[in-house]
Every structure is written in structure tokens, then in C-alpha cells.
């Protein structure tokens, strides 16, 4: 059977627009890159000069660690084979999470060093904050660390979402429809050359 590239190469063509048009505007966007270095900025947990001085009591189990102080006190940070472990260095025991109160102290304290961004604190729940610029605020209390996410880091993501095909929300549906539309541009791109290739006698 004689296969028709020019009609199958159409057909593919029509098949892709969609996709062409998204990969198009959106790889001109990840080109551009705008508000990147404040969607992905870390917040990082104010440091403070050690104020006392503390013996640690080096463990050989611990791979890492390292001490701190930041506006609730010192901290011991000690890192084994399971992963990071938070200790108060006093009482070299575990240092559980604080109440609601502190850990709202030293998230604002870390928003001092962008108030633009991230305004004030309006709400949250256990370890997640608020603010009325509509970022959120993660803390990592193991890791001692802080997570920031705005309205632009959304969008930034639905971008990629966009980019890479994720239209549907499923994750086995949006793989298909990835490879699917690879396979599709690869199967243009052989009947193009066909087409180039083939004589105009043929």
C-alpha cells in the first residue's frame, strides 16, 4: 500500500497545533525567565551571634551538624543516616517544634528581609503561615529551614505544567499525552525529510 506522506504530514501538522503554539509561547517564557529570582528566592532563618557558650556533645553517629542561634535561641542541627534531626543544644536532647506564637516570631523575622513580598501574616495553620501578599510559608522544623511559594511561583508552575503537556491533571493520562506528542513530532520531522527528499517526478 502506497503511503501518502504529504497527507499524513498534514494530518500530523493539524494533530500538533495546540502543542506547537504552547511549546512556542511558553519556551519564549522560559527564555525571558521574568520574576523567577523572587518566585524561587529562599527565606532564609535569621542568624544571630551565639550569645552563651555551649560545649556540643559530637556524636561519631552524626554525618553532619551544625549550630545556630536564631531569635528563639540556639539550635543543634545534627544529620545521620535517617536524615536531619533538630536538638536543643542545652539539653542535647530532641527539640520538638514550639507553639504557634514562637515559630510566628521567627517566620517574621525572616519576612524582615523582604517585606515587599511577603507583607504580613494573616493566617495559616500547624506549620504553614499566610501573609496578604498571598505568599506561603512553610517551616521545616527538622531542617530548620523556611519555604516560600507567591501567586507567581503558581503561575511559573502552571507554565511548566503547560510546557511539558500536563494538561489534565491526571499523571498516567498527562505522561501519555507527552510521549504522544513527542512521537507525533518525530513522525513529522521523517515525513518533512520524505517530502524534501522526494522528487517532484515522484
Known amino acids: 500500500m502506497k503511503i501518502n506522506f504529504r497527507r499524513f ?3 500530523i501538522g493539524w494533530a500538533l497545533v495546540l502543542p506547537f503554539i504552547a511549546w512556542s509561547v511558553t519556551g519564549i517564557f522560559f527564555l525571558l525567565r521574568p520574576a523567577y529570582q523572587d518566585a524561587y528566592a529562599p527565606l532564609l532563618i535569621k542568624s544571630y551571634p551565639q550569645t552563651q557558650l555551649i ?4 556524636s561519631n553517629n552524626w ?3 551544625r549550630y545556630l542561634e536564631s531569635i528563639l535561641g540556639p ?7 535517617e536524615g536531619w534531626r533538630h536538638l536543643n543544644p542545652v539539653s542535647a536532647g530532641d527539640y520538638p517544634a514550639p ?3 514562637k515559630l510566628e516570631l521567627l517566620v517574621n ?3 524582615d528581609a523582604n517585606r515587599e513580598r511577603y507583607g504580613q501574616l494573616t493566617g495559616g495553620s500547624d506549620l504553614i503561615f499566610l501573609t ?4 506561603e510559608i512553610t517551616v521545616d522544623w527538622n531542617n530548620f529551614s523556611l519555604k516560600q511559594r507567591g501567586r507567581d511561583t503558581y503561575w511559573i508552575n502552571q507554565v511548566y505544567d503547560i510546557h511539558y503537556l500536563r494538561w489534565s491533571g491526571i499523571s498516567w493520562l498527562d505522561e501519555i499525552l507527552g510521549v504522544a ?3 507525533l513530532l518525530i513522525f513529522m520531522t521523517i515525513t518533512g525529510i520524505r517530502l524534501l527528499l522526494k522528487s517532484p517526478a515522484q
Not at 55 to 58: A, D, F, K, Y
Open 63 to 65: 554525618l553532619e551538624y
Open 9 to 11: 504530514h498534514r494530518f
Open 55 to 58: 560545649q556540643i556533645p559530637v
Open 181 to 183: 506528542g513527542l512521537l
Open 75 to 81: 539550635h543543634l542541627l545534627v544529620r545521620g543516616s
Open 109 to 111: 523575622d525572616a519576612m
Open 99 to 101: 507553639g504557634r506564637v
Open 132 to 135: 496578604d501578599t498571598g505568599a
